[in-house]
């Protein structure tokens, strides 16, 4: 891989890092567990590594925005997890700084394309 | 599935004390949903290790749970550096005083003064090795268990503090400062606590068999010790500015200057004060040969010194105005 292709590949790294926990914190609505919420994510469009997600909701649930629980009902323990309230309120704030950073970037995308 | 279970234990270990077990019991269910999905039920051998080599080794993995682990937290790594560089002038400085004193006081000569400087080289290197130790285990207790945003040691800084900074002539090296200040504080050491060196080094050239024609009178000297120290005090104080601003700004020069002038006003004292010199009547050489000419040399060096930088800064003034 070239030095190009590298910094690409950093830069997109760090863009979709920016994206993941408003990406979570959306599909975590309803309870899912961190194998399901993979897919749940791909299905969705976005690409993330089982050990990035797992570590991500752990952090999530330290920072309340999470909530978890056991089902220990199947024969394999598995961990919820959950929205929590703090976790709803800071989801609407960060759409609509997700909104107000789309728009600028779009208005400056479309204005270097008119020139 | 030993080795599932070995691959979680193996993470397990390097995981932080707090949360480990929740951490590993979920590890190892997330890791089967993978193998069911991958595999299947009854997957083989090599599937599980394709498995587990896909989720990653233990360690990579035990990091993304326990995040950046710094020993010592960014925000104190300034003031660490800082502590560590004091300690080690400040060792230096110790041990160079006590070969000094050594070397006089217990007569030192020839291979004797290679093996103390030996010595005084292995116990700076022991004892500043001793105290960064200690420094950093302390740093790594803070780092461990203070949160770094509650220690923000520039949390209250404004842009006021600015205005205290000095602006002039940048010091193109430090290293002028850092030795004078070493060399100051030895002689201070030195002329206030082991006066008596000097009567040894005079003692110690005598042995030579030519007698000096005065040696110093240290009642008298003391006077002039205490004098000496106090104008040796305000130039640490001058060098210490200067290593802090990293700038000779006016003020700091005119200090300089007073500093320089004070110590040949001194040193002329010294130099023709008769009551520092008891003459030695039996001594056929120049009175200039002892103290009293090293004293001397220094009061022309001084001057000379003194007569250039004044040259220099009018000259400046002078082609400024032009």
Redesign the interface.
């Given at each position: 891989m070239g030095d190009k292709e590298k910094i690409m590949e950093n830069l997109l790294q760090e863009l979709k890092r920016g994206t993941l926990v408003l990406s979570v914190l959306l599909s975590s609505r309803e309870a899912s567990y961190g194998y399901s919420l993979v897919h749940k994510l791909h299905d969705c469009g976005v690409e993330i590594e089982q050990n990035t997600l797992y570590p991500l909701l752990r952090r999530l649930e330290k920072q309340e925005l999470l909530e978890s629980s056991w089902d220990t009902s199947e024969s394999r323990p598995r961990k919820y997890y959950k929205i929590s309230t703090d976790g709803e309120e800071i989801l609407e704030a960060l759409k609509v700084e997700w909104s107000k950073m789309n728009n600028v970037i779009k208005e400056m995308i479309s204005k270097e394309e008119s020139k | 599935m030993k080795i599932i279970d070995q691959y979680i234990y193996a993470i397990g270990q390097k995981l932080p004390m707090r949360?480990r077990e929740?951490?590993k019991?979920?590890?190892k269910?997330?890791l089967?949903?993978?193998i069911d999905?991958k595999y299947g039920e009854n997957p083989t051998e090599d599937q599980l290790n394709e498995a587990i080599k896909v989720?990653?080794a233990p360690g990579?993995?035990a990091r993304?749970?326990s995040g950046d682990r710094l020993v010592i937290g960014s925000g104190f790594t300034d003031l660490y550096f800082l502590i560590f560089k004091i300690l080690i002038f400040a060792m230096s400085v110790a041990f160079f005083t006590v070969f000094m004193v050594q070397l006089f006081a217990d007569n030192l000569a020839g291979m004797a003064i290679v093996r103390e400087l030996g010595n005084m080289v292995m116990n700076i290197y022991n004892a500043s090795l001793s105290g960064i130790a200690v420094v950093t285990i302390i740093f790594i207790i803070i780092t461990r268990f203070v949160k770094e945003s509650k220690v923000d040691l520039e949390d209250d800084w404004t842009p006021k503090e600015l205005k205290s900074i000095p602006l002039g002539q940048e010091v193109e090296s430090k290293i002028e400062s850092f030795v004078s200040i070493f060399f100051i504080m030895i002689f201070i050491v030195i002329i206030n606590f082991f006066p008596q060196l000097i009567n040894f080094a005079e003692t110690s050239f005598e042995k030579s068999g030519i007698l000096l024609a005065s040696k110093v009178n240290l009642e008298h000297f003391a006077l002039y010790a205490i004098l000496m120290t106090v104008v040796w005090i305000a130039e640490l104080v001058y060098h210490i500015l200067i290593l802090k601003f990293a700038v000779k700004t006016m003020a700091l020069k005119v200090y300089n200057a007073i500093l320089n002038l004070c110590s040949m006003i001194i040193l002329i004292f010294m130099v023709t004060d008769s009551n520092l010199f008891v003459k030695n009547p039996e001594s056929t050489i120049s009175p200039l040969l002892g103290f009293q000419g090293i004293f001397t040399l220094i009061l022309v060096i001084s001057a000379i010194e003194f007569l250039v930088e004044t040259g220099k800064w009018a000259y400046k003034s002078l082609i400024k105005k032009m």
């Open positions: - | 949360g929740d951490v019991k979920e590890l269910s997330l089967l949903d993978d999905a989720f990653g990579k993995v993304k749970y």
